[in-house]
C-alpha cells in the first residue's frame, strides 16, 4: 500500500480528461456507506476522506435521479446523460456553499468544466448512470489526490446485489445506531427548511421498520457477501473516530489516517453539545414499540437493551399527533407531485 501522489499538473489533466478514466485508473476497492438517517453516516464518510487514498462523497443520490429517468442499467441517451451531469453539477456547488463533510477539491467555478469534460468523455464512450457514477467519483478523488472512491446513500443497501454487480469488490459499510437514539433524534430535530432533515417524516413505526429492515438487510448480506460487508456502530464511531476508521482501513487494505478531524459546522445528528430538546429520550410507548419490532436485530448486532421508561397517559396523545403530522406531510407530498405531473 503506497500513497498515491501525482502531480498537480497530472491532476489537472485527469480531472478533466476527455476521455473515460473508470475502471482502467480507478482503485480496486469502492466503498458505500449505508444506514438509516440520524445516524452519523455523514461524519463517517467524511472521516473515511481522511484516509490518504478515498474520497467519499457525503450524500449521493444519483441512483435515485437516474431512476426518475427511466435510465436504469441501459446505456444512457444524450438528453439522459445532460439531465445528470446538471444534477452532479450542483452537487459540487451545494457541498461548497452549504455543506459540511468531505468537502471536494474541485472548486465550485470548475463545475461546469467537469461536467463538459464528462460529457465528451460519455458521447465518445456511452455508458450507464453507474459508470457516470463511478467516473464523476473517480475524478473527485483524483482531485484529492487520492485512487479510490465512495459515497454515501444510506438506503443504497436495498440495491446492494445491483451495486456489487456493477462495481468489483465494492465495500458496503453499515453505519448502525441505537434505535431509540435514531428515533429520538429524528424526532427532536431543528424544524428548519435549511437544514438536514425534516422532523415531520418521524414516525415510531415507519423508522423502527426501516431500521429493523437495515439491520436485517447487514445479516443477510454479511453472510452472503461477508468480504464485503462490514458493520460501525455509532456509540463506538464517535468515542475514537480515529481507531474506528483505521480499523476499516485494515479491512480494506488501505493506509491509515493520521487524524480525524471534526467538520466545523456538523448536522444536528452529531454534535458535542445540543439542546436540551436533541436529548429528549422516546416515550415509554414509543421505546416499546421500537423493542417489539427491532429486539432481535438489537441484540444480533451488539446493541443495548435499555431499561424501558415508564408508560404515561401523555404517550398516546404523543404518537396521535406524530401520526397526524407524519400523514399530513405525506399526503402534502403526494398531492404536490401530482400537481407537478
Not at 93 to 110: K, L, N
Amino acid at each position: 500500500m503506497t500513497e498515491f501522489e501525482p502531480s498537480s499538473a497530472d491532476v489537472e489533466k485527469q480531472v478533466f480528461a476527455t476521455e473515460r478514466l473508470w475502471p482502467e485508473r480507478s482503485g480496486d476497492t469502492p466503498l458505500i456507506v449505508v444506514g438509516l438517517p440520524r445516524s452519523g453516516t455523514s461524519f463517517l464518510s467524511h472521516a473515511l476522506s481522511q484516509l490518504p487514498d478515498y474520497y467519499v462523497f457525503d450524500d449521493l443520490y444519483l441512483i435515485t435521479q437516474s431512476a426518475a429517468r427511466r435510465a436504469g442499467d441501459a446505456v444512457l441517451s444524450a438528453a439522459q446523460l445532460d439531465k445528470l451531469l446538471y444534477f452532479l453539477g450542483w452537487q459540487i456547488r451545494a457541498r461548497h456553499r452549504f455543506g459540511s463533510y468531505a468537502i471536494p477539491a474541485v472548486e465550485d467555478t470548475r463545475a461546469e468544466d467537469l461536467n463538459n469534460a464528462l460529457r465528451k468523455s460519455f458521447l465518445k464512450r456511452p455508458g450507464t448512470a453507474l459508470d457516470l457514477q463511478a467516473e464523476w467519483l473517480l475524478r473527485l478523488a483524483i482531485a484529492k489526490g487520492a485512487r479510490n472512491w465512495g459515497f454515501k446513500m444510506p438506503k443504497a443497501f436495498l440495491q446492494a446485489p445491483r451495486l456489487f454487480a456493477a462495481y468489483e469488490n465494492v465495500q458496503l459499510i453499515f453505519m448502525m445506531r441505537q434505535p431509540e437514539d435514531v428515533l429520538a433524534s429524528y424526532k427532536n430535530m431543528p424544524n428548519d427548511p435549511t437544514g438536514d432533515g425534516d422532523p415531520r417524516r418521524y414516525h415510531p413505526l415507519v423508522y423502527a421498520l426501516y431500521w429493523r429492515l437495515a439491520a436485517r438487510s447487514f445479516e443477510r448480506l454479511s453472510q452472503r457477501f461477508p468480504d464485503k460487508t462490514h458493520l460501525v456502530r455509532f456509540h463506538e464511531f464517535v468515542a475514537d473516530p480515529l481507531a474506528q476508521t483505521n480499523n476499516l482501513a485494515t479491512q480494506i487494505r488501505t493506509l491509515p489516517a493520521q487524524q480525524i478531524t471534526k467538520p466545523p459546522n456538523p448536522n444536528s445528528s452529531y454534535r458535542d453539545k445540543g439542546t436540551k430538546a436533541a436529548h429528549k429520550p422516546l416515550t415509554g410507548l414509543e421505546a416499546r414499540i421500537v423493542r417489539y419490532i427491532c429486539g432481535r436485530e438489537m441484540e444480533a448486532l451488539g446493541f443495548d437493551t435499555r431499561p424501558l421508561p415508564q408508560l404515561a397517559l401523555s404517550d398516546i396523545a404523543d404518537l396521535v399527533r406524530n401520526t397526524a403530522v407524519w400523514l399530513s406531510f405525506h399526503v402534502g407530498e403526494a398531492f404536490a407531485r401530482v400537481q407537478k405531473r
